[in-house]
């Protein structure tokens, strides 16, 4: 299967702070999603962003399918940031792959 | 809200119990998904199914049983669960040209 990998693994960040997480993938992928797990285990989609970039308020994503990885900007970081941030690739039919995620910590 | 309903969100449940978990989508999705994310693991895919065909079983023991009476419902039955089954259970449910959207899981805790 394809290897997805994010790094760094865990971030401290004070509150306001601007931050890039990163997802690298071994294969050609169909579909790359970004989502957030809060710490009641809720996973919430926040990109569905196989190439291009887009962006959704404080956040923004990058992929570039081509050199195989993804970037998520989060700027202005907030305490209600503070959770797991997976990234998902998709090559086959419906298979999603996941990253181990970036733990990411906003302190007040 | 996110259009994918599980119930219970908790559980505890001894290991001669039979339970079974709920999934419930009205996103107009067809194919459903059973992850389970164990303490410190990346997310370990289950079942797929797809347009109620189940298409997909990553080895998992017979202990965990799917069922997917229609394309909005799916359901995990448990029984004699260990210890180690305790984790996140999550249901997920996608369109073919689309991407996930996942439940709010249930947490299991077997005893």
């Known amino acids: ?108 | 809200e996110t259009g994918v309903t599980q119930t219970p969100r908790h559980l505890v449940m001894g290991m001669t119990n039979k339970k079974s978990l709920k999934c419930e989508q009205h996103l107009g999705h067809n194919a459903m998904y059973w992850y389970k994310q164990s303490a410190k693991k990346p997310l370990e895919l289950m079942f797929v199914y797809s347009l109620e065909e189940r298409v997909e079983n990553n080895s998992v023991p017979s202990r965990f049983s799917p069922e997917c009476p229609n394309s909005s419902h799916l359901f995990l039955h448990l029984h004699t669960l260990q210890p180690e089954d305790s984790a996140l259970y999550l249901c997920a449910s996608s369109h073919a040209t689309g991407g996930y959207t996942f439940g709010s899981g249930t947490r299991l805790t077997v005893v």
């Open chain 1, 1 to 108: 299967g394809i290897q997805v990998e994010q790094s760094p693994p865990d971030l401290i960040l004070q509150e306001g702070a601007n931050s890039t997480l990163r997802c690298n993938f071994s294969d050609s992928v169909n579909n790359l999603q970004w989502f957030h797990q809060n710490p009641w285990g809720q996973l919430i989609n926040l990109f569905y962003i196989p190439s291009g970039t887009k962006q959704n308020g404080r956040l923004s994503a990058t992929t570039v399918a081509t050199e195989r990885y993804s970037l998520l900007y989060i700027s202005s970081s907030q305490t209600t940031d503070s959770g797991v941030y997976f990234c998902a690739v998709v090559a086959n039919f419906n298979k999603f792959y996941f990253g181990s995620g970036t733990k990411l910590n906003v302190k007040p």
